[in-house]
């Protein structure tokens, strides 16, 4: 199987010299001279064909291995990216780093500071990304402290959808928010 050192760089093609004006039957008098030109013009670029039809098959040649090198290299990205989907669940859904919360919470939005109790002796580290949903009402942000003794966390929030105060909570760690360079990567537990 074909590797990075492998791969071979594509030809630009050369254009052909321009024929000169070819023989006709309505212009007798030079028939004879066009056409021995013509001829010779037309047996000259056969070389320069054939160099142009090597340069052809030297782009489909690199096409080729470059294909060749694609492939796998998408199937191995795309078993690493399933694996860490995998354990980035099995992160999620621990036991240590899910949580649920009977605290009154009012959906705010970014920059607040909303302060709740979940169980104690979780795995949370403050600095973490976290989502603390209800049903369809989301509150993002990171983790400012967590108290394993207490129970006592409190997160600063970076986004938020919905409206209402609600008592329901389940908090889990999770990707940054969409405001954030890595947008979309979200990982709701019981959302």
Not at 1 to 18: E, N, R
Not at 44 to 54: D, I, R, S, Y
Request: charged residues 10%.
């Amino acid at each position: 199987m074909p590797g990075l050192s492998d791969l071979i760089a594509p030809v630009a093609p050369t254009a052909l010299p321009a024929f000169s004006t070819p023989p006709s039957l309505t212009n007798p008098v030079n028939f004879a001279e066009r056409a021995d030109t013509h001829v010779a013009e037309v047996v000259a670029q056969v070389p320069l064909l054939n160099a142009e039809n090597a340069k052809v098959n030297q782009n489909a040649n690199a096409a080729y291995v470059a294909a060749q090198v694609a492939v796998p290299a998408a199937e191995t990205a795309l078993a690493a990216r399933d694996q860490a989907q995998g354990y980035a669940l099995i992160a999620i859904n621990a036991p240590g780093t899910s949580a649920t919360s009977t605290t009154p919470l009012t959906i705010e939005g970014e920059g607040a500071e909303p302060g709740f109790f979940i169980q104690t002796g979780k795995d949370f580290a403050p600095g973490s990304y976290v989502t603390l949903a209800c049903a369809d009402n989301v509150m993002h942000g990171l983790l400012l402290s967590y108290s394993k003794v207490t129970g006592e966390a409190q997160m600063l929030v970076l986004g938020s959808r919905g409206a209402g105060t609600y008592s329901a909570w389940t908090l889990a760690l999770s990707g940054p928010p969409d405001n954030t360079p890595r947008k979309r990567l979200y990982y709701f537990a019981g959302a």
